[in-house]
């Protein structure tokens, strides 16, 4: 299918954008060519498609439960005991809330970690996204555990994969206090053996480091780089609290890192990210909205605004983590972490993008459109989404959406009930 966008707004003023397959084929003024679809992008600008670099989709089912706590009492007294009553169709329905909810907000791809992995899959396959997919694993330290972790990740991708080019699969040990040492350098070598991602959060609290100095006498990216797991295709979501030596082993061994402004504030986790410091030595950030339980909403608009004003205000410096710094990290340095040819609008780019709505008080005046859209929009703003050369959204609608709301709301009273 080939779609056509006229007249919208780049960078400097109104252009046509012409999608042939999957790709961005031409950008140019006046286009004069055959389409199945033209769009009217009069009102309208064009913007890459947003990447959440860190999340956990089915999680949606536990929005607004379990608020105002400290991350750890939140993990064990609300969510893991919810979890492990968690069916397959929850996590289905919960995933597809979260793909909408990303659809309407202007995200096309995104990072997950979460459980039932081929529930999360569908989802996705259905909502026509593109995403990077982990499954959580955990072994508490214990043998027998990481065994079946092991067991488990090599059937996976033994497997026939059935799904698509838009969806790619990685390994998630969730974090240094629930996964060995042995476990992590078995995943680091079985993801190099593959070519795959590994996803995990790293450096998320206080207390995190302090545990880790008392097991393992040492931080926790020390920690990791003398079990020799840093590599490019480890990405870190959090990594609040490290210093400049830490920061330079990361960018030595080219590891990527996932800011999450909202959950970090949300759970008081930490505010000090070191975003400017690892920009500056050459680690590519991106930004994240984690699950919904601990940011309530996967904005990534929003997500944006927050990075920013967090960065600005515990520095004391206005100048800090630009609007224009903050989109990069939404869309180009996304699409690097995720190893995708997106993130930005471009001939040969994968036509993953979104139209934004003008006619909304949040531009108006409009003297600096990016500086609108970080500072005064939120995800309401979205108008028309396209992935992978498919409209997903156009005029702020997404088809089936009611349902969806309808399905995972029972599901998530059904699921607290049990």
Known sequence: MNILIKSVHWKHGPTDVFIEGNKIKRIAPMIDQRADIELDGRGKAIIPGLINGHTHAAMTLFRGFGDDMPLMAWLTEKIWPHEA??????????????????????????????????????????????????????????????????????????SVLSHGERIQLAIGPHAIYTVSGELLQWAHSFAIEHDLLIHMHLAETKDEVEQCRARFGTTPVRYLHQLGVLSPRLVLAHV???????????????????HNPASNMKLASGYRFMYKEMHAAGITVGLGTDGCSSSNNLDMIEAMKLASLLGKVWRGDPEALTCDEMLDAATKAGADILRVNSGQIAEGCLADMCLIDLNIPAFTPNFHFVSNLVFAANGSCVDTVICDGEILMQDKHVPGEEEIMEQTARRAYDLMKR
């Open 85 to 158: 009553k968690l069916t397959e169709e929850d996590v289905y329905w919960g995933s597809k809330l979260a793909c909408l909810e990303m659809i309407k907000s202007g995200t096309t791809a995104f990072f997950d970690m979460y459980h039932k992995l081929d529930m999360t899959i569908a989802a996705v396959e259905e909502m026509g996204l593109r995403a990077v997919l982990s499954e959580a694993c955990f072994d508490h330290f214990k043998p027998d555990l990481a065994d079946r972790c092991k067991q488990q990740i090599t059937q996976r991708f033994q």
């Open 240 to 258: 609040l609290y490290i210093d400049d030596e830490e920061i330079q082993i990361l960018a030595d061994h080219d590891v990527k890192v996932v």
